[in-house]
């Protein structure tokens, strides 16, 4: 529970530090990268596994969901106001 609360708090902080949301997107996604590379190093050593096949794995699916789920706040933004 602690290590969620920890992650969470790492990706939403470049939110709460940058004004353009472009600048907290990336800063964001480069912050999950390194969340993602530590907890696949951590795993793939100890459990003797390809490194680097499952860092790819687990990077493209991690910011494929979040560019997907960006692009479709965007898109509500855009096209119904909605605005937080």
Avoid: C
């Amino acid at each position: 529970g602690v290590a969620y609360i920890i992650t969470v708090l790492l990706l939403i902080a470049p939110y709460f530090i940058f004004a353009n949301i472009y600048i907290s997107l990336a800063v964001m996604l480069f912050i999950g990268i390194l969340i993602i590379w530590s907890y696949t190093f951590y795993i793939t050593t100890a459990k003797g596994l390809h490194f680097w096949r499952r860092f790819f794995e687990m990077a493209l699916i991690s910011v494929g969901v979040a560019v997907i789920s960006f692009i479709a706040g965007f898109l509500l933004k855009q096209f119904m106001g909605v605005d937080v």
